[in-house]
């Protein structure tokens, strides 16, 4: 405890000792052995709303939080005992009923044989102080909350890329490496350079534009490759000056996957769609092609009726006519294919077919090859 100072002559000055009591902001207070208040200075008026007299005989275990009045009986009794114990954090009430938070620091008035007389206390409010330090214990276990809720790797580094925080979901079923290996270390020293490189380019432009960045990157975990997705954000004081970053990392290994399998069905259905367009392009043309066919086919069979079977053109119209026929069993077969008629099942002689189109045969030949034919007669229908 601070002893009064002394005048030229060596002896306390009991108006300047008044003087710094009584002008202090902080509360101060004399207690007897038995800690009821004998002095309380004015600064209550202002710390607890009381007026001095009001506190004159009372005990401070009549003010203090019921929920602090073993730590405030713990600390009196060892002060009784001779003992210096450390400041003390409690709630007492004010005089509006509601409580506020006071840092005490309790000490024992001894007399020259060193027997406690009394207590000396002095208090300060800092109800301020520990509401905000509440308040941002609060917000940490907020935060702390939804981080447990994500299914995403958390890391926080320090301004030097060093992980100093690292979160693990308990859905997560893969790491590169145990969050030992990352704490307290720098990236580089830890993650392989396809994901150190990236991820070092990634912090450099957050720092120098205060802004969220992002990459990809490919991992093999397991034997197995695994996609990623990272976001860094810096972390900026009051300032703006970086004071870390904060690293967020998602497996989308997953949606990676559907989102291919998607591509590959639209892909699969655009080509389904082409297919249809063509098949219908391809029922039309047949179609359109039979009836060119029909026309050919009458006028060439009238031009038979009207020359008569010794005509020497007849033999060339009945090979038009034999060729018609053909063209129309393609055409036949492309509706066929196509889906447009069921197929016809009809009776075909090998040995005549062959025989029919031996000058179409011959005609896709170069000059000087030969064609023999050599059909069996009677070959089965």
Not at 22 to 32: I, N, P, Q, S
Not at 207 to 235: C, K, S, W
Request: proline letters at 7%.
């Amino acid at each position: 405890m601070l002893e009064p100072p002394e005048d030229p002559g060596g002896e306390p000055d009991p108006e300047l000792y008044r003087l710094l009591v009584e002008e202090t902001r902080e509360l101060v207070c004399l207690h007897d052995v038995e800690a009821r208040l004998l002095y309380v200075s004015p600064s209550v008026h202002s710390v607890l709303g009381y007026s001095p007299k009001e506190l004159l005989g009372v005990p401070p275990m009549d003010l203090v939080h019921p929920g602090e009045g073993d730590l405030l009986d713990e600390t009196l009794r060892a002060v009784l005992e001779g003992q210096d114990p450390p400041v003390m954090t409690a709630r007492f009430r004010h005089v509006n009923g509601s409580f506020r938070w006071l840092e005490v620091q309790i000490r024992s008035l001894r007399d020259l044989t060193g027997e406690v007389t009394g207590i000396v206390s002095s208090s300060r409010d800092v109800s301020d102080r520990v509401e905000l330090l509440d308040h941002i214990s609060r917000r940490e276990e907020t935060l702390r909350s939804i981080i447990v809720t994500l299914d995403d790797l958390v890391f926080v580094f320090d301004p030097e890329r060093r992980f100093r925080e690292y979160h693990q979901p308990a859905s997560h079923d893969g790491l590169y490496a145990s969050p030992e290996a990352f704490l307290g270390r720098e990236l580089s020293e830890v993650l392989p350079e396809n994901v150190s490189g990236p991820l070092e380019r990634s912090l450099e432009r957050a720092e120098a534009r205060g802004t969220t960045q992002e990459f990809d990157y490919e991992l093999t975990i397991a034997g197995t490759p695994r996609h990623f997705n990272a976001r860094v954000t810096p972390m900026l004081d009051g300032n703006g000056t970086v004071q870390g970053f904060v690293g967020v990392v998602r497996d989308v290994t997953a949606r990676r996957s559907a989102e291919e399998a998607r591509f590959a069905l639209v892909r699969a259905n655009e080509r389904a769609g082409r297919l249809e367009g063509l098949v219908s392009l391809a029922r039309g043309t047949a179609h359109e092609f039979n009836n060119l066919l029909t026309a050919i086919q009458g006028n060439l069979t009238f031009a038979m009726e009207d020359l008569g079977a010794d005509h020497p053109v007849v033999p060339a119209i009945s090979a038009g006519l034999d060729a018609a026929d053909r063209a129309g069993e393609v055409t036949r077969k492309l509706v066929t294919y196509a889906g447009g008629d069921a197929p016809v099942p009809v009776r075909v002689d090998p040995g005549a077919l062959v025989r029919r189109l031996e000058k179409e045969f011959r005609a896709g030949f170069p000059l000087r090859a030969e064609l023999s034919l050599e059909v069996e007669l009677s070959l089965p229908v």
